[in-house]
């Protein structure tokens, strides 16, 4: 089984390449199981029932991030899948605590120290020239480009020579297929790349 995060700051392209490479592996006979980004779920949820929000209480919201990811990694083993995709994954969540000057509850943050033990890849999606906030995603740019740095600065540490860096491109389809030429060495099934121009 193999265990990917992919990571950075907001409006990256994370959820766009767990989406693309999850489709292109399926196609290819593996099965694929998507962690989705709680950290928006949480926010979507938060807004509509209540529940900590990230500009109210960042330690709050970012414990239930944590744990939402710990939960559903747990459950997508259950499922014996070829590989997981992770949507940001619970090592951000120490990243976006150090940007605000506060930490998560040390059991928590060791926790998540030793569930990146189970990491193979991560793929931290650099930001592009466009960004935009929703409903959701409601970092200014500056402060989504700090965050972005801080994420890529945890990984790293916690992860070395498993963080791979993914600049923009012109599509996500080539993004997915530089992703995938990284991923073909830990899949066990011959999986053939498409040339990109």
Not at 2 to 16: D, M, N, R, S
Request: charged share 30%; proline share 7%.
């Amino acid at each position: 089984m193999l265990y990917v995060i992919i990571a950075g700051g907001p409006c990256t392209g994370k959820t766009t390449l767990a989406k693309t490479l999850s489709s292109l592996l399926i196609s290819k006979g593996l099965k694929v199981y998507v962690i989705r980004d709680w950290a928006r779920e949480l926010i979507r949820i938060g807004k509509e029932v209540g529940g900590p929000l990230p500009w109210i209480d960042r330690v709050a919201f970012e414990v239930e991030v944590a744990k939402k990811h710990l939960s559903e990694f747990r459950r997508a083993l259950r499922s014996s899948p070829d590989v997981i995709f992770d949507d940001s994954g619970p090592i951000a969540t120490i990243a976006y605590c150090r940007v605000d000057g506060v930490r998560l509850p040390q059991e928590l943050e060791e926790k998540i120290v030793e569930h990146a033990k189970n990491v193979n890849i991560v793929f931290i999606t650099e930001p592009g020239p466009n960004y935009f906030v929703d409903s959701e995603r409601w970092e200014e740019r500056n402060y989504a480009l700090k965050i972005h740095r801080e994420i890529v600065k945890v990984h790293s540490e916690l992860l070395p020579g498993k963080v791979v860096k993914l600049p923009p491109t012109s599509s996500p389809e080539i993004r997915a297929m530089k992703a995938l030429k990284h991923l073909v060495k830990y899949l066990r099934k011959d999986i053939s790349i498409p040339t990109t121009s």
